[in-house]
């Protein structure tokens, strides 16, 4: 580790874990990458030195950088559209993601996670593709990339990981073609972290 540097606790497929990437790589930020494994070892998010670290064993940054990190702004100074931002992200953050998380589907029978991962992320989208219909214009508010795409964008790959079908969500679906070309979501792909596993690579 370089002294000075953050340190970024990260597993590949977390959407936590890659919108702060995101956040990071826009703001041109140089960080450390300590694999933190969600799967292996009944997840090293529970052992005693993460825990140490981070009690809830979760992750909360991205505002902290907007603060400390203004240039470029992920949040518009603009108060309508900065509530709209936040109201998406907490939609995505606070209303989608976690209720297909892996902690919670831990909770369900397996033979019906599948079902119950595509249901929360239906109920969702059915929000957010009537809300991005009156915020978005090249991104989900506006024409500058604010918080509400970091949030998207993972969102987006786990509703394909869980086989959602996204036709029924054209506004979704274009905003989330349009980040993807950007260099910011590329780099920070789950299909090109250090600890991606080789078959899962691009």
């Known amino acids: 580790m370089q002294a000075g540097k953050p340190i970024l606790y990260s597993y590949f497929r977390s959407s936590c874990s890659w ?13 450390e990458t300590v694999p933190i494994n969600l799967i292996k070892d009944g997840g090293q998010q529970f052992s005693k030195d993460f825990q140490a670290l981070n009690p809830m064993k979760q992750l909360a940054i991205i505002e902290y950088l907007e603060e400390t ?14 509530a709209s931002v936040r109201m998406i ?4 953050a606070g209303g989608i993601q976690p209720l297909q ?4 589907l831990k909770q369900v029978e397996e ?14 989208f059915n929000a957010l593709e009537q809300i991005l219909q009156s915020t978005a214009g090249t991104y989900c508010v506006g024409d500058e990339v604010t918080m509400a795409d970091l949030c998207l964008v993972p969102q987006v790959a786990n509703a394909e990981r869980f086989k959602v079908d996204c036709t029924p969500y054209p506004t ?11 260099e910011a979501f590329q780099v920070t792909h789950p299909c090109r972290q250090p600890d991606t596993p080789t078959e899962l690579r691009a």
Do not use: M
């Not at 992200?89 to 995505?92: F, K």
């Not at 991962?117 to 109920?123: E, G, P, R, Y």
């Open 19 to 31: 919108r702060v990437r995101i956040a990071l790589a826009l703001k041109g930020i140089d960080y």
């Open 69 to 82: 990190r203004p240039t470029p702004r992920l949040l518009p100074q603009d108060p309508k559209k900065r």
């Open 89 to 92: 992200s907490d939609l995505i």
């Open 101 to 104: 998380n892996l902690s919670v």
């Open 111 to 124: 033979k019906f996670q599948l079902t119950w991962a595509q249901n929360a992320i239906i109920s969702g």
């Open 172 to 182: 979704i679906s274009s905003i989330n073609k349009r980040l993807l070309v950007l």
